[in-house]
């Protein structure tokens, strides 16, 4: 499973999947950790939720749960201070995962071209496409 902070996000990483690899069914699920019901307009922003979530994955889970927080102010808060201690940043993969393996999380990966926005921290996956 993979978890990302709001509805936009899940609806943008699947358009892309399905832009990509469109000969190919998506091995993993994509789920919004957005609080409020999809048949709103607006969004409540589910970093908060994002984080403990990934908190919570238990040993037993059948599942491993990953987590992808923007570059922005709120996503580099909950990456850096809201994880718990049990979460270690393993450099190899650029990802923090949880003691028992059954979580993970990274921030987005900051492409040349956006340098400037993680720079200001304010990168979310919404500006690495053009509107249309």
């Given at each position: ?48 939720t ?28 909950a ?18 995962v ?35």
């Amino acid at each position: 499973m993979i978890y990302v902070e709001g509805k936009t996000d899940e609806t943008i990483l699947n358009t892309a999947w399905n832009k990509l690899f469109s000969d190919r069914p998506m091995p993993y699920s994509i789920k919004s950790c957005d609080p409020l019901p999809t048949s709103t307009s607006g969004g409540a922003g589910g970093t908060d939720t994002l984080a403990k979530l990934l908190s919570t994955m238990r040993d037993d889970s059948p599942h491993i749960a990953i987590g992808i927080f923007d570059q922005d102010e709120e996503g580099i808060k909950a990456y850096n201070k809201k994880l718990p201690s049990y979460f270690t940043e393993v450099p190899q993969i650029g990802a923090k995962v949880s003691e028992n393996g059954k979580a993970a999380a990274f921030l987005l990966p900051v492409p040349s071209e956006k340098e400037e926005y993680a720079k200001f921290h304010n990168l979310c996956i919404e500006f690495y496409f053009d509107d249309e």
